[in-house]
């Protein structure tokens, strides 16, 4: 009965609440930008004045070095409630380029039941529907747990203020469960569970040739050009079957099981899906396993950014003085990321030939993480079934969220991940966009999650 009387709140209160979610969306918070750092704190404003409007205990802005990090809370009046913490981000990403914006990247506009806007989906969309829905529970009954909400300003600069916070404020963030909306749908009628994240290696290689770009008429065939011999040692990492070429990689990587491989399968994205979303004419990857077990379950090499010599229009006829590389390792477990690093500066520094320079130095690393025993699973995932009437699918997302891991190992618990955007919403490019109709039945299912503990405390 209460969960009928909450949706029908929400569905009586819908278009005032997706009013509400889009002029949260109008603000210009994107946090790389100096010049919208106000607008970052309008942003925390808004979301803090909302929560203290619909009667949340506590609600706080917390000072950084750069942006504000919120925290909020609601208790039950039941005193041995269990406790949910909620995870969110306000910031988002530039709107560059924008002359592919087909509308005002910061004036929402309905287009055939999608809003189209920055932080539309990523992820002012999932914020405000598990604010939403939180709403719909106290203005139609009596919460039964904890909800504390912790949303910060820094995601899409790489979050520099929260692994500090989440350190110095266990006891406020203290929590039996922990809800994060961050991730994703495999499709419109598909609700997902994300279980599994590939940690990450990042590093670069600069192989140095001589003092400075050299004529290559002059030098060519006497002086080793950096940028082939970097080419050449990349072609290297990898064997002919697409496996990683670098000794020992694959030792901690663990294998996956025939109930995993179900559970990956439960995924109905088709290779013709992959093909149309990427507009690559074949796929590529690791033989012996299927798309979706190297997308989340195989470990992988890749270079992310090559730079050498002459890059501007025209032509100009040089041995470069020296090339770089980006490169990442997306990581399983029980893989660890400080140890491939290692293997794999070692495998190159082997491959180096004796005519050039290199220099091979870590940008970051994280492990992977597992989640499929996260608290409060199975009552999200029932939530979720009974508003889109569809079994779950089981995903193992390929990249990386690192706040997960840090939260697992400073609190002590694993989380939920889910969302509700779909894999072309175009988040972090021109045209972000959010399904409405998901986006409605996202809060429906939240509404059921929050009072499903209602007859019973076990996060399970």
């Known amino acids: 009965m209460h969960i009928e009387k909450a949706i029908e709140y929400f569905q009586t209160h819908q278009e005032t609440m997706t009013q509400t979610y889009l002029d949260l969306v109008k603000i210009p918070s994107v946090s790389t930008a100096t010049e919208h750092k106000a607008d970052i704190l309008r942003a925390g404003e808004f979301l803090k004045d909302y929560l203290l409007g619909i009667g949340l205990d506590r609600v706080e802005l917390f000072p950084t070095n750069m942006h504000p990090i919120l925290f909020a809370e609601k208790k039950s009046a039941n005193l041995n409630a269990k406790t949910l913490l909620v995870y969110g981000h306000y910031d988002v990403q530039p709107t560059d380029p924008l002359d592919e914006w087909k509308s005002d990247p910061f004036q929402p506009e309905i287009r055939e039941d999608y809003v189209y806007a920055r932080g539309a989906s990523d992820m002012k969309g999932q914020v405000m529907a598990s604010v939403l829905a939180l709403e719909s529970v106290l203005k139609t009954s009596d919460l039964p747990i904890n909800v504390k909400f912790l949303i910060e300003g820094e995601e899409e600069i790489g979050s520099p203020s929260l692994d500090d916070f989440i350190k110095t404020h266990k006891d406020l963030l203290s929590c039996d469960m922990i809800l994060n909306p961050d991730a994703g749908m495999v499709g419109k009628d598909q609700p997902t569970l994300v279980y599994g994240l590939r940690g990450l290696t990042y590093f670069e290689v600069r192989v140095d040739g001589p003092k400075a770009d050299l004529h290559s008429g002059l030098w060519g065939g006497n002086v080793a050009n950096p940028a082939n011999v970097l080419s050449s040692m ?60 190297r997308q989340g379950a195989r470990p992988t090499l890749d270079v992310n950014g090559f730079y050498s010599g002459f890059i501007g229009e025209g032509a100009k006829t040089i041995i470069p003085a020296y090339a770089k590389a980006k490169i990442s390792c997306r990581l399983v477990p029980d893989q660890d990321p400080m140890e491939i690093f290692e293997l794999a500066k070692s495998y190159i520094l082997s491959i180096t030939p004796p005519t050039v320079r290199i220099n091979i130095f870590l940008h970051s690393g994280g492990p992977a993480y597992l989640a499929d025993d996260a608290p409060g699973a199975k009552n999200l995932t029932e939530a979720l079934s009974a508003v889109w009437q569809n079994s779950i699918t089981y995903k193992r997302e390929g990249g990386s969220i690192p706040v997960a891991t840090v939260m697992q190992r400073e609190l002590g618990v694993k989380s939920l991940l889910t969302g509700f955007g779909l894999p072309d919403d ?14 409605y039945k996202g809060i429906q299912a939240l509404i059921r999650f929050y009072l499903s503990f209602g007859e019973t405390s076990d996060a399970s």
């Not at 072609?235 to 020992?248: E, R, T």
């Not at 175009?426 to 986006?439: F, Q, T």
């Open 234 to 293: 990349i072609s290297k990492l990898h064997n002919s079957d697409g496996s990683v070429a670098i000794p020992g990689f694959y030792d901690r990587v663990l294998d996956i099981t025939e109930e995993e491989r179900v559970r990956i399968a439960s995924n109905q994205t088709s290779e013709e899906t992959m093909l149309e979303n990427t507009g690559v004419p074949m796929l590529f990857g690791e033989e012996g396993f299927s798309a979706l077990e």
């Open 426 to 439: 175009a988040i972090h490019s021109p045209n972000e966009r959010m399904y409405l109709p998901n986006w």
